[in-house]
């Protein structure tokens, strides 16, 4: 069963840095598009980053771009999500999906392109 697990959620304050780890089980995620995905209180679910197979290659949303970056470590499995200068406005439930192979503009940036998704980790901002 494959299952993406997210870690790395809590609290800090604008300005100040997380890192999101996503470990995936049930497959060999060297072929795996990874992306990461927020939402906001009262808002809709938003694409953050994606990374492809590779990992040479990433796409961030505009509102993250120069302050986050996503990176992998295909021998365990795992994508990471560095955030640094976090805002007020970057507070969201954090979640990481999963899909096979190369996805590719616009689709990486639409939730429904990925097959599998964690439960997602909560990151509170304060000012």
């Known amino acids: 069963q494959v299952q993406p697990i997210e870690s790395g959620g809590g609290s800090v304050q604008a300005g100040g840095s997380l890192r999101l780890s996503c470990a995936v089980s049930?497959?060999?995620?060297?072929?795996?598009?990874v992306a990461w995905f927020r939402q906001g209180p009262g808002k809709e679910r938003e694409f953050v980053a994606t990374?492809?197979?590779?990992?040479?290659?990433?796409y961030y949303a505009d509102s993250v771009k120069g302050r986050f970056t996503i990176s992998r470590d295909n021998t365990k499995n795992t994508v990471y999500l560095q955030m640094n200068s976090l805002k007020v406005e970057d507070t969201a439930v954090y979640y990481c999906?999963?899909?096979?192979?190369?996805?590719?503009?616009?689709?990486?940036?639409?939730?429904?392109?990925?097959?599998?998704w964690g439960q997602g980790t909560q990151v509170t901002v304060s000012s």
């Open positions: 049930g497959l060999t995620l060297i072929t795996y598009s």
């Open positions: 999906a999963a899909d096979e192979g190369v996805v590719e503009r616009p689709s990486w940036s639409r939730a429904q392109t990925y097959d599998y």
């Open positions: 990374i492809i197979p590779g990992g040479r290659i990433t």
